[in-house]
C-alpha cells in the first residue's frame, strides 16, 4: 500500500525514481579510546582528512561558480573557513591528545555538538546552518573511514532520489550529478542552503518529512513532487503515471518557454490587457524570467542577497552591482527591486533580533530597515547609484504608516546628497513603491497612496495576517483561503485607492497563480501582476480564458 508523506516543497518538480540513502553505510561513531602510542598517528589522519576535505570541497565550489553563478559558489565558503581555520585544528587536536580518543571522535564532539546545539534552537535561521556543520562533519568521518575514496557513497545509475535525515548543501551538489534526480529530508526548511542548491540546480526537493529516513529502504519506488510538498512511497501504478504525466507537462512547458520567450501582455478573452512580470530571488534567475515572457521583474527579493553573503552584510558595491546587473538584463522593462524584507517567518540574519517574541508581528520589512540604518544605508546608496538604469524601481515591504515612507524617502535624500557629494552619479527620482501587505494598509491604502509612486499588494502576507492563518502552517493550511471575502474586500479597498490617485497597482502574491484567485483579481480591476517565473505561461493562458466582465460578476458574487 501507498503512503503518502507531506512536507515543505523547497525546490519545484516532479521525481520518480528509486529510493537511494547515501548515509546508510555509515557506522555511528562511538568514543574510541587510544592508546597514547597511536595518538600521533589520529592527529595526523585528521589532518590529512583535513586537507582532503579542502580539496574536495574547493572543487565542489568551483563547479558551482562555473554552473550556476557566482553567487552560490559561496554557500560552502563558512564549511571552507571553518577547515582554514587553525582554532578548529588546535580544537580537533586538543580532544584527541587530552582524550586519548579517535580523531572520529574528536570531530564529531566539536562539530556534531555544535550542531546539535543549533539544531535544537527555536530559530529556524540556526538550525539550517547547524545543516552546514553537519554536512562538513559527515564529510570529514567519510574521508577518515575511506581516506582516497571520494566523500559520499553514490549511487552508479539513476533515476534515483536521496533519502536522508538531512542533507548538507555539498552534498546536494554531489548527487545532482550523480543520478540523483530529487531530495527528500526528514528535516530542513526552504532558506536552507541545500533548498537553494536544490532550486539552482533544478532538483525537485521536499524537506521536513519528518522521519522518511527510518521509513523507506533503499530501492523503495519514490514519486516526489516539489511544489507541493509530498512525497509517496511505495506508490501504485495509477500514482506513478499521474506523476508521469504532470512530470511531462512540468518539462513541456520548459521547453515551450525556452522555444518561444513572449515578452508580450496577455490578454483577456474579451481584450483586457493584463501585464505578467516575475517574481525572484537572484539576479540569475533574469534569462528564467525571460524566457517565460516576463514584460520585467515585479519584485527582487533582495533579502536574498543578505542570506548568500550571511553572515556578512552585503556592501555597498555589491548591492549596486547586483541590482544593475538586474535592471541591465531585463531593460526596458520594470525591475522592481523590494527593501530588505527579513523578519517574520523569514529568518535569515544575524541582525534580527532574536529574542522577540512574536516575530510575525515584529521587526519586520521597513521596520527593521528604519531601525538598522546600519544595514538600510548602503542598501539605499546601492540602489541610488543603480538607479542610473532608467527601469530601476524601488519598494518598501511590510508598510503600516505614512510616516515610515516619509522616512525613507529622508534618508534616500540624504543619501543621494552625500553621494552626490562623493562625486557618484545617482538618480533620486526613482519611483518607490509600497508593499500592501497588512489588513490595516489595505484599508488605509488611501492614505499610503499619497506618499506612494505606486502600490503593490503582496497576496502572500495580506492573507495570512487577514485570516490569521500561518502561511507555513500545515495544519491550519485549508483556511489559507484567497477567495475569502475579507481578502477581497481588502484587495478592493487597494485597486479603488490607488485608482483614485492615479498611480500603477499590481499583486506580487501567489494568488495571482492560483486559477481561484486569478480571475478574482482580474474581476477586482487588477491589471498587473508577477508571480513565480515557472507559473508565467499557466497564468498567461489562464488569462486568455477569462472574460473581465464575468470576473467581475465572480467578484460580486464572492464579495457577498
Ligand atoms: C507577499 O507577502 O505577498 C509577498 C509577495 O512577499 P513575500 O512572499 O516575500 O513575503
Ligand atoms: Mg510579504
Known sequence: MERRLHGLGVAPGIAIGAVYLPHA?????????????????????????????????????????????????????????????????????????????????????????????????????????????????????????????????????????????????????????????????????????????????????????????????????????????????????????????????????????????????????????????????????AGVARSFGAQGIGLYRSEFLFLTRSPELPTEEEHRTNYLALARALAPHPVVVRTLDLGGEKYFHDVLDRAEGNPVLGLRGVRLCLHRPDVFRPQIRGLLRAAVEPNLRVMLPFVTAPEEIREVRRMWHEEATRLRAEGHAVREDTPLGVMVEVPAAAIAADILAREADFLSVGTNDLIQYALAVDRGNETVNYLYRPDHPGVLRLVRCVVEAAGRRGIPLSVCGEMAADPAGLPLLIGLGVRELSVQPRSLLDVRESVARIDSVAAERAVEHALA
Open 25 to 285: 553505510e555509515e557506522a555511528p561513531v562511538v568514543p574510541e579510546a587510544v592508546p597514547p602510542e597511536r595518538l600521533d598517528a589520529e592527529v595526523a589522519a585528521f589532518r590529512s582528512a583535513r586537507l582532503r576535505a579542502r580539496e574536495e570541497l574547493a572543487a565542489l565550489r568551483a563547479r558551482l561558480l562555473e554552473e550556476i553563478g557566482e553567487r552560490f559558489g559561496g554557500i560552502l565558503d563558512a564549511q571552507l573557513l571553518i577547515l582554514d581555520d587553525p582554532a578548529f585544528d588546535a580544537e580537533v587536536v586538543h580532544r584527541i591528545r587530552i582524550g586519548r580518543v579517535s580523531a572520529r571522535w574528536s570531530i564529531r564532539s566539536v562539530l556534531g555538538d555544535h550542531a546539535r546545539r543549533l539544531s535544537a534552537v527555536d530559530d529556524l535561521y540556526l538550525r539550517e546552518r547547524g545543516l552546514d556543520l553537519e554536512d562538513l562533519r559527515c564529510r570529514l568521518q567519510r574521508l577518515l573511514r575511506d581516506p582516497v575514496g571520494y566523500g559520499l557513497r553514490r549511487p552508479s545509475d539513476g533515476p534515483w532520489v536521496a533519502v536522508a535525515h538531512g542533507l548538507g548543501p555539498s552534498d546536494a551538489v554531489d548527487l545532482a550529478r550523480h543520478g540523483v534526480v530529487g531530495l527528500a529530508t526528514d528535516v530542513g526548511g526552504r532558506t536552507s542552503h541545500t533548498a537553494i542548491l536544490a532550486q539552482a540546480l533544478g532538483v525537485p526537493a521536499v524537506a521536513g518529512l519528518r522521519d522518511i529516513s527510518q521509513v523507506a529502504r533503499a530501492g523503495d519506488a519514490v514519486v516526489l513532487d516539489g511544489e507541493q510538498g509530498e512525497v509517496v512511497l511505495w506508490p501504485a501504478e495509477a500514482t506513478i503515471e499521474a506523476a508521469t504525466a504532470r512530470r511531462a507537462a512540468w518539462a513541456e512547458r520548459e521547453a515551450r518557454a525556452a522555444a518561444t520567450p513572449t515578452v508580450t501582455p496577455a490578454r483577456t478573452a474579451d481584450g483586457a490587457t493584463i501585464v505578467l512580470r516575475a517574481n525572484v530571488e537572484f539576479p540569475e534567475e
